[in-house]
């Protein structure tokens, strides 16, 4: 078992930054990828970014330019920087951790979300 807790999220306006951050803890969570994905409202959810225990690192294709996704092995976090957030931004991202230790390993377990509001 693998537990995910996320922080960061909350209310920003346009054009400000935000980092999320999700710790993991248990059962060989240093050994697997972790990621984000988002989902707004309606919407099916997507995955925004991933990185795998040696660090290769991948992120959606149209988020690239704003979105960067980091991990701190020592202590099993994962972080995801967000630049110049814009309304379309605004979701629950959820961190997870993946069955596997590659960037395209599929997620096993899942954090509760954060919620991410964008407007003025």
């Known amino acids: 078992q693998v537990q995910l807790v996320e922080s960061g999220g909350g209310s920003v306006q346009p054009g400000e930054s935000l980092t999320l951050s999700c710790r993991a803890s248990g059962s060989n969570a240093y050994r697997n990828t972790l990621g984000w994905y988002r989902q707004a409202p309606g919407k099916q959810r997507i995955k925004v970014a991933a990185?795998?225990?040696?660090?290769?690192?991948s992120v959606h294709t149209s988020l690239k330019t704003r979105f960067a996704a980091s991990r701190d092995n020592a202590n099993d976090v994962i972080y995801l920087q967000i630049d110049a957030l814009q309304p379309d931004d605004s979701a629950t991202y959820y961190c997870?951790?993946?069955?596997?230790?590659?960037?395209?390993?599929?997620?096993?377990?899942w954090g509760q979300g954060t919620r991410v509001t964008v407007s003025y």
């Open positions: 990185v795998s225990p040696g660090g290769t690192k």
């Open positions: 997870y951790s993946a069955a596997g230790d590659l960037v395209t390993s599929p997620p096993a377990y």
